[in-house]
C-alpha cells in the first residue's frame, strides 16, 4: 500500500508544492515548525530509512533538497535553512527544510505553527517562484 506522500506526490491528497522534477517532490509540511518548513520526498522509493536509498536516489536527493533549500531560503526571510531527517512520523524517506534564525528554531518538541490554506498557498508559491528561477 502507497504512503501518505507516496500518495501527496502523485496528486491523490492535496498539498502545497513548492519544487518538483520527475524524480523528487517538495511541499510544505501541514504541520510547520516555521513558516516555509518544506518537506522532501523521493517520489518512487518508499523505503523510510534514508541511508537505505540506492546511492543515486540519496544523492538525488540531497541535490534536489539544496536547491529547494536556495529557494527557500529566498523566499523566507531567515539566516539559514535548516536539515532534519527523522522519518519516524510517516514509513517514506523525507527531508526537512526549515528556516532558522537560532538553533531553538530546529526543536521539534515546540508547538506547532497554525497557519491558513491561504497562508500556506502564498509561502508555496514564493517557494515555487523562487525554485522556478534556478
Known amino acids: 500500500m502507497a504512503t501518505v506522500f507516496t500518495k501527496i506526490a502523485k496528486g491523490e491528497i492535496p498539498s502545497w508544492?513548492?519544487?518538483?522534477?520527475e524524480d523528487f517532490y517538495a511541499f510544505l509540511d501541514i504541520n510547520p515548525l516555521a513558516e516555509g518548513h518544506t518537506l522532501v520526498i523521493p517520489?518512487?522509493?518508499?523505503?523510510?530509512?534514508?541511508?537505505?536509498?540506492?546511492?543515486?536516489v540519496y544523492l538525488?536527493?540531497?541535490?534536489?533538497?539544496?536547491?529547494?533549500?536556495?529557494?527557500?531560503?529566498?523566499?523566507?526571510?531567515?539566516?539559514?535553512?535548516?536539515v532534519a531527517v527523522l522519518g519516524m512520523e510517516v514509513p517514506h524517506t523525507h527531508i526537512h527544510l526549515v528556516p532558522l534564525n537560532s538553533e531553538a528554531d530546529l526543536d521539534f518538541r515546540k508547538p506547532k505553527l497554525e497557519l491558513s490554506p491561504e497562508r500556506f498557498a502564498e509561502i508555496a508559491g514564493s517557494i515555487l517562484k523562487e525554485y522556478e528561477k534556478l
Open 17 to 21: 508544492k513548492v519544487a518538483e522534477n
Open 43 to 56: 517520489k518512487h522509493v518508499e523505503d523510510d530509512y534514508i541511508f537505505h536509498l540506492d546511492d543515486d
Open 60 to 82: 538525488g536527493l540531497c541535490a534536489f533538497a539544496k536547491k529547494v533549500a536556495v529557494a527557500l531560503k529566498a523566499a523566507v526571510p531567515c539566516k539559514r535553512v535548516g
